[in-house]
């Protein structure tokens, strides 16, 4: 009797857990509609991009330092980041003077997956995961007949010192631990080489430096270490991402099925330019 009383409130248990996760995903949802409904669809596209402008030029003046390399972190169960958000952000990225982009979905191909390939074009033959934004660059001839005042539709600032371009990478899961466990692997096999006991009898920071030389080869190019990173999860967490890069990133984490506007993206900004920088201890 015991043992279906148990079994029998097990059961109503996990009906309540579950009915709470539907109610919490309902309400999100229902959130992010509202949201989307007052914010897009009640300003033309002219008056939405004037607003973004104006939102962004009045967060640029308000940052006391700007992040020079952003990382979006996606979780495996979000499903509102698609290709249209991604570019949203990648423009207001460029329009506060953000030089570096890092893309990480670990969503699987088919459920939401974002491939950057798709939206940019490659920088460079060789480099498949390094890709600039805006895809198509403008002629030379309608950067002379603008006076480099306008490219792309984005403001390059009262002193021109934007750049009009944005550098994105691609990463993916096999890009973090395994990465580590590779190059580790090689310089085990490598121990008895001049080079490896050269580097052993150094201090500690010039091992540091080729193993970081060596992951950043495998990876395929070379950015900064991100200042700032958005995880769209319902709690903040890497999800295994790069853990040599991110030693002193400040991570902000987006709900998983709110909406997301410029001026979420203004704020994020500003919390990071008030926030103090970790550096160790």
């Not at 996760?21 to 509609?33: G, H, P, Q, V």
């Not at 890092?102 to 699987?108: E, G, H, N, T, V």
């Not at 990478?169 to 080489?193: F, M, N, P, W």
């Not at 992951?215 to 395929?220: A, F, I, S, V």
């Amino acid at each position: 009797m015991i043992e279906v009383i148990c079994l029998l409130l097990g059961r109503i248990l996990l009906l309540l857990i579950g009915g709470y996760e539907l109610i919490w995903r309902l309400r999100e949802r229902l959130n992010a509609l509202v949201v989307r409904w007052s914010y897009d669809l009640w300003r033309s596209g002219t008056a939405r991009e004037a607003h973004e402008r104006r939102v962004l030029a009045d967060c640029r003046s308000q940052l006391t330092k700007t992040p020079q390399h952003l990382v979006l972190v996606i979780s495996p169960m979000d499903a509102g980041v698609d290709a249209v958000l991604l570019r949203r952000i990648f423009d207001f990225a460029l329009d506060v003077g953000i030089k570096h982009v890092s893309l990480y979905d670990r969503r699987s191909k088919g459920k939401g997956y974002v491939e950057l390939a798709e939206i940019c074009r490659s920088a460079s033959e060789e480099q498949g995961s390094c890709f600039k934004w805006p895809p198509v660059f403008p002629s030379k001839q309608e950067n002379q007949s603008k006076n480099g005042q306008k490219t792309n539709g984005y403001v390059n600032g009262a002193n021109g010192s934007h750049s009009p371009q944005l550098q994105l990478y691609q990463i993916s899961a096999s890009d973090g631990h395994a990465l580590i466990a590779d190059v580790c692997r090689e310089l085990y096999e490598g121990r008895e080489s001049t080079m490896v006991q050269n580097l052993l009898k150094q201090k500690r920071e010039a091992l540091t430096e080729q193993i970081t030389g060596m992951l950043n080869k495998r990876l395929g190019f070379e950015a900064p270490e991100p200042e700032l990173g958005i995880v769209f999860a319902r709690q903040t967490c890497t999800y295994g991402l790069l853990p040599w890069h991110v030693r002193f990133t400040e991570f902000h984490t987006h709900p998983s099925g709110r909406h997301f506007d410029v001026e979420t993206f203004a704020n994020i900004l500003c919390k990071y330019s008030r926030c103090e920088q970790r550096w160790g201890t």
